[in-house]
């Protein structure tokens, strides 16, 4: 019996008549990814299953190294294949981590592949997935297309030059491909070397004299209008938490200069100069009508070592426990007291802090956009099927889960649009449950017409992308 069934993950007939009848056919707007802009523009062909699915993903190294795989074959210099190799001989002992369900569901829709993955069946596996990949509609572009995507945005730093973003546009391609803005490394202040070679790229990118903060300040909003002109609509943030010790202008300048100087910020200087700098992008993002994304609460690279010897998002980062709500609560006051409150999604990677998360919001909502602030999709560790869960019942119990935008990819692999499935699959299991149950109406139109929202629509709705 093959493992990835019509019905998988379809618990009830109510389940399954909402996923096959309003989620299934649903299109993909994957509104905040990491994939390579270049790959798209440039329509890659991909050599080999390792370099499609094993290349850049480190859910698969931490699970590698947990089952004793040393490191050559996980982010070294071994073969492709030997690492492959490796990959399948791990797979079974993932049962119950959601990279077992996410493997095999990869599997069967861009290969059709039905077998499980082991060491005994990887040969087999690796010969059928390359003969396919040589083929013409396994480029990263067919990809998109097979998967129904309409829209993606990627995660650009503001230094970029966006050229794949404007190739794309000019190429008829149907997939629109959006830029968005992520200046984290401009709160870098306490990393007075890294800081000023960004700075540097900064001035040369916006083609404004940053020899003042007043100048920094310019020269991003130069780089934002240009991301604009290009079509961004959203931002993004990735923070261990809001920062909300509001300073002056003139006391953030003054952190602005030490560190121009090559004096590294004080954690306290660090904190002061990132929350000015927070409203600022605030103001921007709300002045043009953008949504603003904050991933909260991951703790990055705890294992300094291999960080050090093998660079940041190689799978050495967990999640924190840093105090959240007073934080974030004064953050969104100060930009609702200056009118300047973006539309914003909130995406938090602990589980402790889901309801903490899901009320805030509430206090926050108005203005005439339904579902004006989010609480994101699960995050990170909270992309799988439990933590959905958790995710969408917090939502539900103390906000409106109909306003809800949805599940993204979060990836760096080309391989991850079935987390699309995935995610519509645990929506309607659970609404379908209760539905058997009584504890929802068995009014399939009504249930359903929530989840086709959900699946897609709020997020068009609420986005605002120009497609």
């Known amino acids: ?87 399948a001989r791990t797979v079974p002992e993932t049962l119950r981590n959601p990279l077992y369900h996410w493997t095999h569901l990869e599997l069967k829709r861009y290969f059709g592949i039905d077998e499980l993955l082991d060491e005994s069946s990887a040969v087999r596996v690796w010969e059928k997935a390359n003969s396919m990949l040589a083929t013409g509609g396994m480029t ?18 503001p230094t970029d030059t ?28 306490h990393l007075p070397e890294a800081f000023n070679a960004w700075v540097a790229r900064l001035e040369a990118a916006a083609g404004v ?11 991003l909003k130069a780089r934002h209008d240009f991301f604009a002109a290009v079509g961004c609509r959203l931002s993004d943030h990735g923070l261990n938490h809001c920062f909300a010790d509001f300073v002056s202008d003139a006391q953030a300048a003054a952190i602005f200069d030490r560190a121009r100087g ?34 909260l609460g991951a703790r990055r690279g705890v294992n300094t070592r291999l960080t050090r010897q093998l660079g940041p998002d190689t799978g050495f980062d967990s999640m924190g426990d840093w105090t959240q709500v007073d934080t974030l609560g004064r953050y969104l006051d ?38 004006k602030v989010q609480f994101g999709s699960g995050w990170w560790f909270l992309d799988q099927k439990e933590a959905m869960e958790m ?14 935008i949805g599940m993204l990819t ?9 987390r699309h499935e995935y995610f519509r699959r645990t929506l309607c299991n659970l609404l379908g449950r209760e539905m058997e149950s009584g504890e929802l109406p068995g009014d399939i139109a009504m249930v359903g017409g929530m989840v086709r929202r959900i699946c897609y629509s709020n997020a068009k709705d609420y986005l605002g992308l120009p497609y």
């Open 1 to 87: 019996m093959n493992f990835i069934q019509e019905d998988f993950l379809l618990s009830t007939p109510s389940a399954r008549r909402l996923y096959h009848g309003f989620a299934k056919d649903e299109p993909i707007l994957d509104y905040h990814n990491h994939l390579p802009p270049k790959d798209i523009a440039e329509n890659r062909q991909f050599r080999n299953l390792f370099e499609i699915w094993l290349e850049g993903d480190h859910y698969k190294w931490r699970a590698m190294r947990a089952n004793g795989v040393e490191e050559r074959l996980c982010t070294g210099d071994a073969d492709p294949l030997e690492k492959f190799l490796a990959w």
């Open 140 to 157: 990263t572009q067919g990809l998109l297309r097979k998967f129904n995507v309409k829209a993606l945005c990627t995660t650009d730093d």
């Open 162 to 189: 966006l050229e794949h973003h404007l190739a794309l546009a000019s190429s008829g391609f149907n997939v629109k491909v959006f830029p968005a803005f992520r200046p984290d490394k401009a709160l870098q202040v």
């Open 209 to 219: 004299s940053v020899a003042s903060y007043q100048g920094f300040l310019e020269a």
């Open 262 to 295: 090559g004096h590294a910020a004080t954690p306290e200087e660090q904190a002061q100069f990132a929350s000015n700098l927070m409203l600022y992008f605030g103001q921007l993002d709300a002045a043009k009508g953008w949504t603003k994304q904050l991933h």
């Open 334 to 371: 100060r930009l609702e007291q200056e009118n300047a409150l973006p539309k914003m999604v909130i995406y938090n990677n602990n589980p402790v802090d889901n309801y903490a998360f899901a009320t805030m919001i509430g206090n926050f909502q108005g203005g005439g956009t339904p579902g």
């Open 391 to 404: 995710q969408l019942n917090a939502l539900s119990n103390v906000g409106l889960l109909s306003r809800f």
């Open 410 to 418: 979060d990836s760096r692999s080309f391989m991850s649009f079935p």
